[in-house]
Structures are given as structure tokens and as C-alpha cells.
């Protein structure tokens, strides 16, 4: 199921049973949520903190599931030897550089093997096979003594949006003013222009009416939401119950919120 943000929060709510739990700041649901959605996309690209017998690279299934965090191949221009880290990057998948006008697949390497690739003949940089480290703004490559390097394209994981209702004074009450031809969506049960918006349900304001009757609204333009892959979103919420459930005396539901991820 895909959710918007609102929705998130209200499906959390089902879970952490909102009534017996102690009530939760905006900020705790949406630290949680960018937290869970970090953990699960470390389980499934590489998780180094239990050993596990699959990865990304290495099942069909978890590249069907992270799909939609592929950005289309980039293209980029080096700096020197540096390609920068895109705005929006998390996790290199492949990297292709052109030396010269001929692309090669560049490969990674540690940085004790630096050292000994211009000593080794059969490893040496060279125009079909260049190596890369990553450094802290980008990927340093380890090129062939002669050529250019004209470009380097990238496929990789991009970070998943970090989930957010926007500020406390975004938020819009009865005595509020809202904008003709904004979208707003409810943050609770709303009454506007005689109809009823649930929460995550969006309207448009058109004047004259530009007050709710009751309620609580909230600008669309400053809702961020979760780009997570809709496979994945269910497992999202179940996590941050979790995460939220151990903050307060629940230890055992926790366990069992976090169990049912299967991670």
C-alpha cells in the first residue's frame, strides 16, 4: 500500500494502539519513519550487522523491490580524477567510465591494493579497466597514465526522502486563513465548504470560503512523502511502531512489531 504522509502516522496509530500509549510528538512519528526507512534499506542492500544470505545485487526479487529508488544513469563530469557524489546519492550500484571515447565498467578497490596496481602489469589502470575509492564528496579514480576522461555514468540508490509534515505554525485551525486554489490536506477530521475530509484526504480552497469549520489543515506544498517502493511501505509503519514502542515501558511489543519484519 502506498501512504502519504498523514496516513503513515494514522496507520501507526492502529498499531502502538494510540489509547493505552503515551502521546507522541509530530517529530517522534517522523523521526521514526526516516529511521525505519534507513534500517530497511540497509537490510536489503548489504546488512553487515548479521550475516544474511541475500543482498541487492544478488536477488531479482530486492531489485524488483528497490526499483523505484533507481534514478535514471547520470551522467557526470569529473573533477580530475574525482567523480562527485550526486545530490541524492546513498548506495553505488554501477559505475561506467569513458576513457578516451571507451567506456568501461570501473571496479572498486581497497586501500592497501592502491598501492600495487602500478607495480602489477595485469592490473594497472589502463583505457578499458580504471578503479575507484570513495573519498568523502566523491568516487577518487585510479585512471591509465595516457587518455582523457570524459565522463562517468552512474546507476545507484538515491536516499529515500526524509518524511515530513513541514513546521508546527504550518498548520492551519478554523481561525485560520487559507489561499484560494492552494491544496491542503487534512491533518485531522476536517469540515470544509459542507464536506468532510479524513485524515490524508486533500482539497483545494476556492473563495470565497477560505476558513475550515473545524479541523486542522496543512499546506500540501510543505508535506513531504515517503518514496519508499509501496512493497515496502507496510514494513515501514510496522518498524516505526516499533521504534516508538521502545521508548516506553512495551518491550515485548516491540519484539513482536519488529519480528513480523521478518528482518
Not at 19 to 37: G, H, L
Not at 216 to 231: A, G, L, R, Y
Request: charged share 20%; with cysteine; net charge negative.
Amino acid at each position: 500500500m502506498i501512504y502519504n504522509a498523514i496516513e503513515m502516522r494514522e496507520a501507526i496509530d492502529k498499531l502502538i494502539d494510540r489509547v493505552k500509549s503515551p502521546r507522541f510528538t509530530d517529530n517522534r512519528y517522523y523521526e521514526a519513519i526516516n529511521q525505519a526507512s534507513i534500517i530497511i534499506l540497509d537490510d536489503r542492500l548489504e546488512s553487515i550487522k548479521s550475516k544474511k544470505d541475500y543482498s541487492f545485487q544478488s536477488s531479482e526479487r530486492l531489485r524488483g523491490e528497490l526499483a523505484s529508488l533507481i534514478p535514471p544513469t547520470l551522467t557526470t563530469i569529473p573533477v580530475g580524477n574525482l567523480v562527485p557524489f550526486p545530490a541524492d546519492y546513498y548506495y553505488l550500484l554501477l559505475m561506467e567510465n569513458t576513457i578516451s571515447g571507451v567506456k568501461n565498467a570501473c571496479n572498486s578497490i581497497t586501500y592497501n591494493e592502491k598501492g600495487l596496481l602500478q607495480r602489477n602489469p595485469f592490473k594497472r589502470p589502463s583505457q578499458t579497466e580504471t578503479y575507484y575509492n570513495e573519498r568523502s564528496i566523491g568516487w577518487e579514480i585510479e585512471l591509465p597514465a595516457t587518455g582523457t576522461f570524459d565522463n562517468s555514468q552512474l546507476a545507484y540508490i538515491k536516499r529515500p526522502n526524509l518524511v515530513s509534515i513541514g513546521f508546527e505554525n504550518d498548520k492551519i485551525d478554523s481561525a485560520g486563513l487559507l489561499i484560494d486554489g492552494v491544496s491542503y490536506m487534512a491533518y485531522d477530521e476536517t469540515v470544509y465548504n459542507n464536506n468532510t475530509y479524513y485524515e490524508g484526504q486533500i482539497f483545494t480552497a476556492i473563495a470565497p470560503n477560505l476558513n475550515i469549520a473545524s479541523g486542522i489543515v496543512i499546506p500540501t506544498s510543505v508535506i513531504v512523502n515517503s518514496d519508499m517502493p509501496e512493497h515496502l511501505q507496510d514494513e515501514v509503519v510496522r518498524l516505526s511502531s516499533a521504534i516508538m514502542e521502545g521508548t516506553v515501558e512495551n518491550y515485548n511489543k516491540q519484539k513482536i512489531l519488529i519480528d513480523t519484519n521478518n528482518l
